[in-house]
């Protein structure tokens, strides 16, 4: 399974700061060999890293979209819109969005419909909170995430899904889950899709682990037999940083 490595800038970084960033880690490219590498920048900064990333094997992706295709839908953004701004790849259904905005499962279902339709690989958020976790509650939280956000999709639109899995305590805590959590989390995904579309959609499924990803602890993610890959914030924000990880991930699953 090629493993794929998503920097989610979240609100941060200008156009011109997207720029030197993307010209500086295309210098690595040839240590990226046989890893989906993607910038996913602010909205703003789409087409300045399409710009810089033209040439490379680095492709691009956004944070959300909407659901509809034009219209009277203010400060919203449609895949169209995307795919025009050089967007191969759509983050759905974020723990940010879903906790500080308010999204709900159905409308991350709409999107994630939506983004298909339109040829966009969706990359679909989900996580347990911490208190849920508390509660014994995660799997049941998985599943009512993967239910609304797969709503009514055929086996063929689930097959080479992109699902990152993102405990919520974990996200920009430096307090990354243990290999055990993110393989019991992890294999609990592959399964609830291999009962609800069929073996084919299970085994081109890749899990990202997302949540206080670095260098120093990619290996052990990205070693489990469910993990094909990481959604990272904070160590995606330097070119350096990034870079490194990416190796070290490489390093991880050639060995
Ligand atoms: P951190 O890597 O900063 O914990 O953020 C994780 C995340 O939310 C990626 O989508």
């Known amino acids: 399974m090629k493993l794929i490595i998503a920097a989610n800038w979240k609100m941060n970084k200008t156009a011109a700061e997207t720029a030197a960033f993307c010209r500086e880690i295309?210098?690595?490219q040839k240590h990226f060999e046989g890893v989906d590498v993607l910038i996913c920048p602010p909205?703003?900064?789409?087409?300045?890293?399409?710009?810089?990333l033209a040439g490379s094997v680095i492709k691009l992706g956004a944070q959300n979209m909407y659901w509809e295709a034009e219209g009277a839908f203010t400060g919203e953004i449609s895949a169209g819109m995307l795919i025009d701004s050089g967007v191969e790849y759509v983050i759905l259904g974020h723990s940010e969005r879903r906790h500080l905005m308010g999204e709900k499962d159905e409308e991350v279902g709409m999107k994630v419909k939506?983004?298909?339709?339109?040829?966009?690989?969706?990359?679909?958020?989900?996580?347990?909170t911490e208190e849920e976790r508390k509660n014994g509650a995660t799997e049941v939280i998985l599943e009512r995430q993967l239910?609304?956000?797969?709503?009514?999709?055929?086996?063929?639109?689930?097959?080479?899904?992109?699902?990152a899995y993102e405990p919520v305590w974990a996200i920009g805590t430096g307090k990354a889950a243990t290999a055990d959590d993110a393989e019991s989390a992890g294999s609990f995904i592959v399964q609830y899709?291999?009962?609800?579309?069929?073996?084919?959609?299970?085994d081109h499924l890749r899990i990202?682990?997302?949540?206080?990803?670095?260098?120093?602890?990619?290996?052990?993610?990205?070693?489990?037999?469910?993990?094909?890959?990481?959604?990272?914030?904070?160590?995606?924000?330097?070119?350096?940083?990034?870079?490194?990880?990416?190796?070290s991930a490489r390093k991880a699953v050639l060995h």
């Open 26 to 28: 295309s210098r690595d």
């Open 43 to 52: 909205f703003t900064a789409l087409s300045s890293a399409a710009e810089a």
């Open 114 to 128: 939506a983004a298909l339709k339109n040829k966009l690989k969706p990359i679909i958020c989900v996580g347990e």
């Open 147 to 163: 239910g609304g956000a797969l709503e009514g999709l055929d086996s063929d639109q689930a097959t080479g899904l992109i699902i």
């Open 193 to 202: 899709i291999r009962e609800k579309f069929g073996p084919d959609a299970a």
């Open 208 to 247: 990202q682990y997302g949540g206080s990803v670095k260098a120093e602890n990619i290996g052990s993610f990205v070693a489990l037999p469910s993990i094909a890959g990481a959604l990272v914030g904070g160590a995606s924000l330097e070119a350096a940083s990034f870079s490194a990880l990416i190796q």
